[in-house]
């Protein structure tokens, strides 16, 4: 069983950047692939960023490719999403999920544990 609480969500204006934090529990967290999505109202849930359990590879969307840096660190059981260049389209509740699969993946429904989400609000 892992559980995850996200943090670091807030309002910033377009440009700027925000990082999001996914801590987990549990003792097996370095065996998890990690991923970051969203959901914005009105819209579907889409996949933002993944990352293995060693680190590597990592996936993005094309939305963020070039803007986002997933990242983690097993020795403190948590996950990053780091969010440059934010744009007001990037506003949605962000959400971390984890994998015992292992790989990073896209596919929403591999990953069985999700945090209750950060709101990130990206202001014009």
């Known amino acids: 069983q892992v559980q995850l609480v996200e943090s670091g969500g807030g309002l910033v204006q377009a440009g700027g950047s925000l990082r999001v934090s996914c801590a987990a529990s549990?003792?097996?967290?370095?065996?998890?692939?990690m991923g970051w999505f969203r959901q914005a109202p009105g819209k579907e849930r889409e996949f933002v960023a993944a990352i293995s359990w060693s680190g590597a590879p990592t996936y993005y969307a094309d939305s963020v490719k070039g803007r986002f840096t997933i990242s983690r660190d097993n020795a403190k059981n948590t996950a990053y999403l780091q969010m440059n260049s934010l744009k007001p389209e990037d506003t949605a509740v962000y959400y971390c999920?984890?994998?015992?699969?292992?790989?990073?993946?896209?596919?929403?429904?591999?990953?069985?544990?999700r945090g209750q989400g950060t709101q990130v609000t990206v202001s014009s």
């Open positions: 999920a984890a994998s015992s699969r292992g790989v990073a993946t896209p596919n929403v429904y591999e990953y069985a544990y």
């Open positions: 549990g003792r097996t967290f370095g065996r998890f692939a």
